[in-house]
């Protein structure tokens, strides 16, 4: 109800300036006017008004569909971006971390990052050719946190990561290369953000 009266204030403004303009100009000579109205010139008047309305319907339409797209891009972005700081959070845990728990928010990343790829590969071709190499940065830069998170040598004798039932413990050292990691895999989605919500 408020939406419509709100809509409704701009339409008496106009016709209230209307009226005041004809009430003014009418005691002008310079203006020839007549006080009949044609009505072919109200037919095309209310076609042409109708036209106006009906574009800026579709327009508007268009313009909170886009809206909508992006909002959706960019909240699969901010899904990744949150599953990451979640990693930085449990690699600086002083309790061990379990691995299961670690290889499920990357299986999660990994499939997140590939939605949002595809989604802006279908939308927004020329977006994504144009930031193909930001993708492959981002793709493989999950696959180095991915090694450094869970990757022990067939040896199974690694300083920076101890595995051992289903608990993994890290370095101090070994949490500060995952986390230059997911800071620049991080610096890397907000410039996507960034881009999406420009294009």
């Known amino acids: 109800m408020q939406k419509k009266i709100h809509n409704l204030i701009p339409i008496l403004t106009l016709i209230s300036i209307g009226w005041c303009s004809g009430q003014y100009f009418e005691n002008f000579s310079l203006f020839a006017y007549s006080t009949e109205i044609e009505l072919m010139d109200v037919i095309t008047l209310a076609v042409t008004v109708f036209i106006a309305w009906y574009v800026a319907q579709i327009l508007q339409k268009r313009g909170q569909d886009e809206r909508f797209e992006k909002e959706l891009i960019i909240a699969r972005i901010d899904d990744v971006d949150n599953a990451l700081i979640k990693l930085s ?111």
């Open 89 to 199: 959070a449990i690699c600086f845990s002083k309790d061990p971390v379990r691995y299961d728990e670690v290889t499920h928010i990357l299986s999660n990343t990994r499939k997140w990052t590939k939605r949002f790829r595809q989604i802006i590969e279908e939308r927004y071709n020329t977006l994504h050719e144009k930031e193909e190499n930001r993708f492959v940065s981002v793709s493989r830069k999950i696959i180095e946190v991915n090694r450094l998170c869970t990757y022990t040598p067939p040896a199974g004798i690694d300083d920076d990561i101890q595995i051992s039932n289903g608990t993994i413990i890290y370095t101090s050292q070994r949490c500060l290369q995952i986390d230059a990691v997911l800071e620049s895999i991080r610096d890397e989605l907000l410039q996507l953000k960034i881009i999406v919500n420009n294009h």
